[in-house]
């Protein structure tokens, strides 16, 4: 569940984004939309714990993000919150596996092999993927690796943002399809910033938090 009240976040040249209440059941999906530089990806990263709020509140899962201490956000994040970024962060340095393998480090876990595997698996991904490098992935099969290291952990909330600004319709509806199979294999509440018009056609049940180009204190 994620639930927001009051919420503000000033950036550091002055202007203050503020936002809308928002209350969204464990399970549900929010669509944040509004154009690009609006404050989508702020809100993604306040609720994540990422970035701090001027005022207002922010509960995800149960916890109000910003009553944690760093380090203990940091951990509670690993553990809860699975987050799709709009570049997919994978290091060429690692292979897939190993690339997998950094979120039970940044979650202070041992690495479950296994449950790698299964993550692969449930994505349509064979284990013969865990030992390639990024560089040797298509744009679907990497994707689909960096959606797989977001659900390893079995997060209360993902996030996703703007996962389908640069697909074509089809890979948008097949993206849309698995963020959707994952969120309900996990019960996981699905949160996803777009300014897609077709997430909006897709997701018509969603509840939506509106953005605009300008905020009441300067551009967002």
């Known amino acids: 569940m994620i639930e927001t009240r009051d919420l503000r976040y000033a950036y550091p040249r002055g202007d203050t984004l503020?936002?809308?209440?928002?209350?969204?059941?464990?399970?549900?999906?929010?669509?944040l939309r509004g154009p690009s530089g609006?404050?989508?990806?702020?809100?993604?990263?306040?609720?994540?714990g990422l970035l701090t709020p001027l005022a207002g509140e922010i509960v995800v899962a149960g916890q109000s993000v910003a009553a944690l201490p760093a380090a203990a956000r940091d951990a509670w994040r690993a553990r809860h919150v699975g987050f799709l970024p709009q570049k997919l962060h994978l290091s060429e340095a690692l292979t897939v596996g190993d690339n997998l393998a950094l979120a039970y480090f940044a979650a202070g876990l041992p690495v479950d092999r296994p449950a790698i595997a299964s993550a692969l698996a449930m994505l349509g991904l064979s284990e013969a993927i865990a030992s390639r490098r990024p560089s040797q992935l298509s744009g679907g099969q990497a994707q689909r690796v960096a959606l797989a290291r977001a659900v390893l952990l079995r997060p209360r909330v993902f996030l996703a943002d703007e996962p389908t600004a640069s697909l074509d319709d089809g890979a948008c509806a097949m993206a849309l399809s698995l963020l959707q199979q994952?969120?309900?294999t996990l019960q996981a509440t699905l949160v996803i910033a777009t300014h897609d018009a077709r997430v909006a056609q897709a997701l018509p049940q969603a509840q939506v938090l509106g953005f605009r180009a300008a905020v009441a204190e300067g551009a967002a």
């Not at 503020?18 to 669509?31: I, Y």
């Open 18 to 31: 503020r936002l809308g209440d928002v209350s969204v059941a464990q399970g549900g999906t929010l669509l």
């Open 38 to 48: 609006s404050g989508k990806s702020t809100w993604l990263a306040l609720a994540a």
């Open 182 to 184: 994952c969120a309900t």
